[in-house]
């Protein structure tokens, strides 16, 4: 499938960029030294209407479409890595479950105020044995007359603990493996729901991420999501619209990390010529414009076919595990071209390197994008 941008989503970009240029990019030095979140951020992003992209304008969303999410998540992620992430968690993860399996009654409560950008989402799912193997956790919710009785904890949730609304995964069925997890909707400050520690994270430092405490938190039997039993596939659908988030993401940080080595390249000269135009570094700018080019590729089609309502799970899958992957290989060379200035704090090149990898590993690792990707051709290993 082909995929070309409108005028309306170069529109959007130039919208996007011109706002993290100006209120991002001088404020990420500082965020990522401090672990800082940027608050007035995410509300300039609620004010331009960004922080429901891809949702109906009926549930206060911006009514536009999946490539439009993808360009908004690169645009800032060009800058800052933890700005990219903030906007895709909150949007593919915190929001998307509760726009796609939501009664009417939970879109009106938590829906709308999300896609308006009054309240900050996110999702919970990986626990501390249940990370690669999602199908392995071990929270628990009890039907207790009109509420659940959730205890457990989840870790490294992104958007947490500033996050107000979060999907929760836990057993209602033990025994029955996936089949027994449900899906629910949780709101901060409910009592029993705590945080732990805001981890001190290598990169994407802006975006925060902490673990989530469950005792004993009663959760009202109305904020089930779906039915019981059906929270693994809602979990495994999210993520695949999830991991387009971070193809984006992925490309945005080596996007910007690409612009500075080209940059620098045209004016630092050794042996009386910019280096830009010594073989060893022109072949690294067009192997690493060709890299950009092909995730970019795959990132929009992905969004099409999301968009197009056609199936797109391994489409995502690809996206992600080739964009972070290159991703990696680009800040790399980027970070090469600078030499030993590259290496310094307070580079952006620097800042680049470290925000990528994460890439790599969150929203399933690379190696089970290749599992899925995988499963999608040759089916299931057999039992
Ligand atoms: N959509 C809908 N249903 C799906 C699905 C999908 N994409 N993928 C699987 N399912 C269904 C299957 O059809 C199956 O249903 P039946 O039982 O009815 O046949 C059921 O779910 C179980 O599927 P599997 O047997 O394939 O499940 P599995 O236990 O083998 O796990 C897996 C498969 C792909 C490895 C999965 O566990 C997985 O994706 N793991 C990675 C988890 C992950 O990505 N975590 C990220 C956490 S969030 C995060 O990282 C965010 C952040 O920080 C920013």
């Not at 949007?91 to 796609?100: C, F, R």
């Not at 109305?222 to 039915?227: I, Q, Y």
């Not at 059906?230 to 940080?253: E, N, P, S, V």
Request: some cysteine; proline content about 3%; aromatic content about 10%.
């Amino acid at each position: 499938m082909l995929y070309q941008t409108t005028e309306q989503h170069e529109e959007l970009r130039n919208k996007i960029r011109a706002f993290a240029e100006e209120e991002v990019k001088p404020i990420a030095f500082m965020l990522d030294k401090n672990n800082d979140f940027p608050y007035d951020m995410v509300k300039e992003l609620a004010k331009m209407g960004m922080m429901g992209i891809p949702y109906e304008k009926k549930y206060g969303g911006a009514g536009l479409d999946v490539i439009s999410y993808a360009i908004a998540v690169e645009e800032l992620a060009r800058v800052d890595g933890g700005a990219g992430v903030i906007l895709s968690a909150h949007t593919s993860l915190g929001t998307y479950p509760i726009y796609a399996f939501g009664n009417e009654k939970q879109k009106k409560k938590y829906l709308v105020p999300l896609c308006k950008g009054e309240k900050l989402g996110a999702f919970g799912l990986t626990e501390t044995n249940a990370g690669s193997d999602a199908g392995g956790t071990e929270t628990t919710a009890v039907l207790e007359g009109d509420h659940y009785v959730l205890n457990g904890g989840k870790i490294f949730i992104t958007n947490a603990p500033i996050a107000d609304t979060y999907v929760i995964f836990a057993v209602t069925t033990p025994g029955i493996g996936t089949k027994g997890i449900s899906a629910f909707i949780v709101e901060k400050g409910w009592e029993g729901f705590d945080f732990g520690d805001h981890y001190d994270k290598m990169g994407i430092r802006s975006s925060s991420t902490a673990e989530l405490v469950f005792n004993d938190v009663k959760v009202p039997k109305e904020n089930l999501l779906g039915n019981e039993g059906q929270g693994f596939k809602i979990a495994m659908a999210t993520l695949d619209g999830g991991r387009i988030g971070i193809a984006a993401q992925a490309l945005g940080i080596a996007q910007g990390a690409f612009e500075h080595a080209v940059e620098y390249s045209k004016e630092r000269v050794q042996f009386g010529i910019p280096i830009a135009h010594q073989q060893i570094n022109s072949f690294k700018i067009a192997d690493m414009a060709t890299k950009l080019r092909c995730a970019r590729f795959l990132i929009y089609s992905a969004a099409e076919l999301k968009g197009h309502h056609e199936p797109y799970g391994m489409e995502s899958a690809m996206a992600k595990q080739y964009a972070s992957d290159i991703a990696l290989e680009v800040v790399n060379d980027a970070l090469q071209i600078y030499g030993g200035t590259g290496y310094l704090k307070g580079m952006e090149v620097e800042r680049a390197y470290r925000d990528a990898k994460i890439c790599t590993i969150y929203e399933g690792t690379n190696e089970i994008q290749r599992v899925v990707i995988a499963s999608h051709i040759i089916g299931k290993p057999p039992k």
